[in-house]
Nanobody, 116 residues
């Protein structure tokens, strides 16, 4: 089992920055990829960015040039640095951990609100 806990959300003005954290515990070596998703009210959940256990990163178009993924030194924490935030970035951001066998684990999510 894997537990994921997100933190770092909050209220920020447009143009500001936030750094989200996704801390994993438990059988973290079973996780092949960590993905950040977001879901705004009334909208479908969308993929923001992902990082594999080997460090390969990919970003959705909405994140390119503004968001950056990184890992902590202990590699059980993944950070999502978000810059140049816009009101359209307002959403609940959740991290997902997936094993090579298709098992998924989710955190509880963290709210990001960007005011105009």
């Amino acid at each position: 089992q894997v537990q994921l806990v997100e933190s770092g959300g909050g209220l920020v003005q447009a143009g500001g920055s936030l750094r989200l954290s996704c801390e994993a515990s438990g059988d973290i070596f079973s996780i092949a990829v960590i993905r950040w998703y977001r879901q705004a009210p009334g909208k479908q959940r969308e993929l923001v960015a992902s990082i594999t256990s080997t460090g390969s990163r990919s970003y959705a178009d909405l994140a390119k040039g503004r968001f950056t993924l990184s890992r902590g030194n202990t590699k059980n924490t993944v950070y999502l640095q978000m810059n140049s935030l816009e009101p359209e970035d307002t959403a609940v951001y959740s991290c997902n951990g997936a094993t090579p066998f298709g098992k998924n684990f989710w955190g509880q999510g963290t709210q990001v609100t960007v005011s105009s």
